[in-house]
């Protein structure tokens, strides 16, 4: 169910192996806020990672969702993700120099270099490197991840069709998956 999203981890992890390291530093958590939201893909994935987790751990996950909102996001426990190695992309490639495109640029083609984390630029050993070719291609990468997302709603029963086009993190860690369809497909 999930061998194309995981091929895409497998090429995007071992493309970010040969950029400059970026480790955040221990204990900061800048990035890991609220209000995320996901393709279907990753929540399915996340989702069932999550339901792996001891009960406990589930448990201390969700006590942070009083309204599905809070400040930081709910799979954050001191300092530390639950499911890291399951994170999603968004979070797998945060701090590494990027590459984008952006709309309504220059001219076509045109590129925008991005050092990465601003927080991690600050800390030595962290300079972002000058050619173009150590930093991430997030256009390409994206692109990937939607033809991945699509493949995998193909995959899923006619039940799907109530799957939302983004998932927020505060549903994928909820004690009861309101409407039932993250769970319904696991």
Request: a neutral charge; charged letters at 25%; aromatic letters at 6%.
């Amino acid at each position: 169910m999930f061998s194309n999203y995981q091929r895409l981890i497998e090429k995007v992890d071992r493309h970010l192996r040969t950029l400059p390291a970026c480790a955040c530093p221990g204990g900061c958590s800048v990035c890991c806020r609220a209000g995320l939201s996901l393709f279907p893909v990753e929540a399915f994935y996340l989702r069932r990672a999550f339901r792996q987790l001891p009960a406990g751990l589930r448990e201390l996950a969700t006590e942070g969702l009083p309204d599905g909102d809070g400040d930081a996001c709910p799979l954050l426990l001191d300092g530390r993700c639950l499911l890291y190695e399951q994170r999603p992309m968004l979070c797998r490639t945060h701090g590494h120099p990027f590459i984008l495109r952006p709309d309504g640029g220059p001219e076509p083609g045109s590129r925008v270099l991005h050092p990465g984390c601003e927080v991690l630029g600050q800390v030595a050993g962290n300079e972002p490197p000058g050619e173009a070719g150590s930093f991430l291609d997030m256009d390409r990468l994206n692109r990937m991840l939607v033809a991945v997302n699509e493949l995998f709603l193909a995959c899923l029963p006619s039940r799907s069709a109530g799957v939302p086009f983004r998932v927020r993190m505060e549903r994928i860690v909820a004690a009861n998956d309101r409407g039932g369809f993250l769970d319904a497909h696991l």
